[in-house]
């Protein structure tokens, strides 16, 4: 009920009488006895019910403890399935007897009558409110400055509290962020000459393996040697394809970085970094799997659906003097996401 | 007195004089809580973190949270020889040769899910039924910031075995904090410790998913229950039941059974589904290797509005201005409209009651149907959500539907816009098509199917009439009417200071309650109730329960 | 050695002699050649009946010499690899078009593809149809091919090839009941959408790696029923439908009044 007990309020009807403005609460409706508070027997079925889920609960540890010393884990898919699977259905079972016998002891033996407990308005009493503004009172009256005077002693303890964070804020952010050198997007570890080597294994690609329509991954040659491989990996990692030159169509100043068809693309979407490794042999789509931005190879790796904006990176290849695929440079702007500084 | 009687009694004796535990107990004891299951949705949270908490305190006896690079060595076939990060490995290990690893990891990941599905039920339990209004105003608060925690842990928890699907998603999430412009190649850094993958991140991720939020969490979730205690659990309207009590059971010993077997039974379903199920099998992902990426790469079900929301947002909104780069086609989906969404469901109790001028403690449930307005924004959101997950799945929709996935991002692109909106208006009707056919059911009772003739030829479908607790279920609801607000001009035709505020305020009032059906009343009940020669057969001229106007007056309320 | 002697002159003899040196050549040739897969070397009678068959069944797309035309590739060149494949899946004779040919039942028997893959190696050097020593998977190094797999094939096929999307509705198929011939072939030629993986990309070692591996994924995952091997979708909605229903059905169970 509220404030206004508008039950109470008198309204006209339509035919002239008066009514009340809102219809009465006709209050907790009758207990109904359940099967166990009638009948003894019931009860005591109940009582038995709820013993066998309990006693169902002790078998299912018993059962637990069992397969855990008589059934290891093994060295086959089959044997550790088999094990997980008794394991965790003697687990459910402990765990479910004490539940269910617990809720089934509550709903039909615990008293179901319903009980009426009063609220207090959330609010402190008055009394209370005066009493707690009166402490504050004293305790602003005790401290020597009162409120609203000494108005420097107030700003000074603000002031040397608010920048008390910074003595832990600014050796922690300074360090979190390793040497905070971004510049560090902008370059891969491909440089002029190095050779393209295949993905995971490392060794070099000759251009004569690339055939039309097949697809490499490819690493820079000598990855494992570097001082930060993984780091350097997610930079540099290219997918290495061969068309048709007839289907290559390439802009003017980059026909010199393809090889009779061999064309060389950033890996890392330009989107949010995830590999573009799908390639569509029939179609020369690249197609990124996380949120399907397709890049169209014949045109220069161009985005024609998706997310994505700018066209993959395109690694200049060349060919050395034993046939092997090598760079021509670095790529010839940062590879990856895009970030604010980007062009800068 | 027997043993154990002489034993607790000596127990509570020892407490009680150094602690005076002997009050709290007196006053939370034979606490009553009202039953109803959606009240248990709050449980399946709680205990789902639990098990978390209990089945995590296993898993970190094993997992080992550093990048160093290692080799395989252990039974499983396929990963033999294999370079990796020694938190894969070691989760190989727990899962392999730890007895019951396996089993542990699978209900930590299964509860992680449940955890999430439940704060979201619950949520919306809430939402829909105005619980969050005064005073739990700031219990709505806490609990946004625990959902927030909870998406936090999740996310940080599945990325700790360092395999293939979780590596792409932190590599995702790189790629989400770069575009943040000014600061975001510095955001990156500060994840990362330095360039992606780094040696940092796992180990960073598990003190955040070990200690950081399961401190936060554990603390609010202490302020959250400890705020239901205070203000008293919300019950369903019904008769007997008012704002100025709770009608229901004691805690002791009723709820300390239900609930406390409760717990049981939320490990049991999720120690079936980790004996059952496999989940996250990280064996078959590989260790994290910037190139390779699998087919179906999705985030935990909880995370797929963002993965939605990314493949969604085509690529022209990246432009470039000034030399720098604007990336909005991450930055809507990946900031923007995550952060005004939650911002607004976090505020959503205070926006409604400033919206509907309502000032009033609230301890009654609003049936959804009389919040029209409310329940259609719920749905909208639900909707939404839905669209962002199903859009995260489309190659998982293409490959099982065989449907391009090209014309499945296309139709999501237009239903994420079209769908809420359609939801919400038809979710509206809806409530407002329902609480009409209560207003019928109350002024016209049950229908009976019997039909009676009269001799001059008239039909009639004989009608039950509403008993008094079915007739209260859908009466007792406050009528919610739009704002009023003062002139605009005073009585002597000065512009009043402030209008446009207050207008706007009555704008967004009347979105929420112009549309409206209120409830009979009984002068409403009384003109319907003349039914003449019907009446005169039926002996219903005296209907159950309703007041009769000299009754009333003399009834003591 | 008297009995024997004794019958050397018997008008037998000869015969018995014949029948076992067809006895030792047959047995040497099948201990060789290891079994029926590798079809022994097609006869220009093979040839013949496969130009027929192609003519029947083939020419209406590929061209009455394979040569092409507007609605199918040529085939001079592709090798018996590539028509052991496509024909041996069902995939072709196309059924109807649409993104991609699908599996369906073979219209073949295996004397019958053989006799087409016959027709087309003839008509131009290509990859030939792999022995079965070449697809063992007992003979293959799973860990390395799952560390092959993971590189070059699972962004379409999903990591354990399980299958996967393309765009326009294309998809890469699920490998779990393809046969171990017909992956080797399928990386081979790069059939449809597929890329081409030729042996200097994935040596025929390698790919029996790789066979191994996908063979081995068959078993089964050790956690239980994979739920369809796709990843956090499937056991988001199963935690929702199993995990959640389970839970409220309990908690509707909790909360009503018992009887």
Known sequence: MNANDSSKDLVVGTDGEKYPARFADPGLPEHRDRLADRDPAAAKRAERQVAVLFGLSALGTIGFLLAYFLVPPGQSVSSIRLSNLLLGLSLSLGMLGVGLGAVHWAKTLMSDHERVEERHPQRSSDADRAGAIAALKAGAADSGVGVGRRGLLKGALIGAIGLLPLSIAVPLIGNVGGDWDTNKFRHTIWRAGRRLA????????????????????????????????????????????????????????????????????????????????????????????????????????????????????????????????VAQSDFHEPIGPSYWERLK | ????????????????????????????????????????????????????????????????????????????????????????????????????????????????????????????????????????????????????????????????????????????????????????????????????????????????????????????????????????????????????????????????????????????????????????????????????????????????????????????????????????????????????????????????????????????????????????????????????????????????????INDITKFFRVFIILGPILAFWLTKRLCLGLQRKDRELVLHGHETGRILRFADGEYVEVHKPLSADERWLRVQHEPSRPLQIAPETNSRGVLRRGYRKDRIRQRVSQFFYQDRVEPVTPAELAAADAHGALDAVTGNAEIEGAVSPAEHASQDQ | MKALGAHRYHRFAPVA?????????????????????????????????????????????????????????????????????????????????????????????????????????????????????????????????????????????????????????????????TTPTHIFEAMLTGPQSMPVFNNANLSAAEKRDVIAYLVAQREGSPGGTDLGSIGPVSEGLWVWVVGLGLLIGAAVWLGAKSS
């Open chain 1, 198 to 325: 295949r993905d995971p294994s490392g060794t070099a690609i000759k251009a004569t393996d690339v055939t039309i329509g097949s697809v490499f991954h490819v690493i820079p040659e000598g990855l494992e040697a570097e001082a930060h491989p993984l780091e350097e990996k997610a930079k540099a990692v290219v997918v290495l394809i061969r068309l048709d030159p007839r289907d290559l169509n390439e802009a003017p100043e980059k026909k010199s970085w393809s090889y009779y068809g061999i064309v060389a693309y950033s890996k890392i979407c330009t989107h949010v970094g995830c590999p573009v490794a799908l390639y569509e042999q029939q179609t020369h789509h690249l197609v990124c799997p996380c949120h399907q931005s397709t890049f169209d190879v014949s045109n220069g790796a161009k985005v024609v659906f998706g997310p994505a904006r700018r066209p993959l990176p395109q690694l200049p290849i060349a060919v050395d003097a034993e046939g092997y695929l």
């Open chain 2, 1 to 404: 007195m027997s043993a154990t009687q002489r034993l607790a009694g000596g127990t509570a004796d020892y407490l009680d004089r150094r602690t005076g535990i002997g009050v709290a107990v007196k006053s939370i004891a034979r606490k009553i809580f009202p039953d109803h299951w959606s009240f248990l949705l709050g449980e399946m949270a709680l205990y789902s973190f639990v098990v978390l908490l209990i089945s995590g305190v296993f898993l970190a006896m094993f997992f080992v949270p550093s990048m160093n690079q290692t080799t395989y060595t252990g039974s499983f076939a396929t990963m033999h020889g294999v370079q990796m990060s020694e938190a894969f490995k070691s989760t190989l290990d727990l899962s392999f040769e730890v007895r019951g690893g396996l089993l542990m990891r699978q209900i930590h990941h299964w509860a992680a899910l449940l955890f999430m599905a439940s704060i979201v039920t619950h949520m919306f339990r809430v939402f829909f039924t105005g619980a969050f209004r005064k005073p739990r105003e700031i219990n709505w608060v806490v609990g946004s910031v625990l959902l927030t925690l909870g998406l936090l842990a999740g996310f940080s928890g599945y990325s700790l075995p360092d395999d293939v699907l979780s590596g792409n998603g932190l590599r995702i999430a790189d790629g989400v904090a770069r575009s943040i412009p000014v600061i975001g190649s510095y955001a990156s850094y500060l994840l990362f410790g330095g360039q992606f993958p780094g040696d940092a991140l796992i180990p960073r991720l598990f003190t955040v998913h070990v200690l950081l939020i399961p401190g936060l969490i554990l603390a609010l979730v202490g302020l959250h229950l400890l705020l239901v205690v205070l203000h008293k659990h919300t019950q369903y309207p019904g008769p007997g039941r008012s704002d100025r009590n709770v009608v229901g059971f004691p805690l002791f010993p009723v709820y300390v059974a239900k609930a406390g077997g409760f717990f049981f039974i939320v490990f049991a379903v999720t120690a079936l589904l980790a004996a059952t199920f496999t989940i996250n099998p990280i064996w078959s992902f590989g260790p994290y290797d910037p190139s390779p990426v699998s087919a179906g790469a999705q985030p935990d079900w909880y995370m797929l509005f963002l993965e939605g929301g990314l493949r969604l947002v085509p690529g022209w909104t990246e432009f470039e201005l000034g030399g720098f780069t604007w990336s909005f086609n991450i930055l809507i989906p990946g900031v923007i409209i995550p952060g005004i969404l939650f911002t607004a469901l976090a505020l959503y109790p205070f926006i409604e009651s400033w919206a509907t001028g309502d000032k009033r403690e609230h301890h009654v449930l609003e049936r959804p149907r009389n919040a029209p307005v409310r329940t259609g924004i719920g749905v909208a959101l639900i909707v939404s959500f839905l669209v962002l997950a199903l859009a995260g799945s489309n190659d998982v929709i293409a490959t099982h539907f065989h449907l391009s």
């Open chain 3, 17 to 177: 002699l014949l029948l076992l040196a067809l006895l030792a050549i047959g047995s040497g040739y099948a201990a060789l050649t290891g079994g029926p897969a590798a079809a022994a070397a097609p006869t220009a009678d093979d040839i013949a009946a496969g130009s027929q068959l192609f003519r029947a069944n083939c020419a209406t797309c590929h061209g009455p010499n394979a040569s092409g035309s507007r609605n199918a590739p040529a085939l001079i060149g592709v090798g018996a690899a590539a028509v052991d494949f496509q024909v041996g899946t069902g995939r072709m004779p196309m059924q109807a078009s649409g993104p991609q040919a699908l599996t369906k039942p073979v219209q073949f028997d295996p004397q019958q593809i053989d006799q087409l893959a016959a027709y087309v190696a003839s008509l131009g050097a290509g990859p030939a149809v792999p022995t079965v020593g070449q697809v063992d998977p007992t003979l293959g190094n799973a860990a390395n091919g799952m560390a092959l797999f993971r590189t070059n094939c699972a962004m379409c096929h999903n990591a354990v090839g399980g299958g996967g999307a393309l765009s326009q509705g294309k998809f890469a198929p699920a490998l779990w009941t």
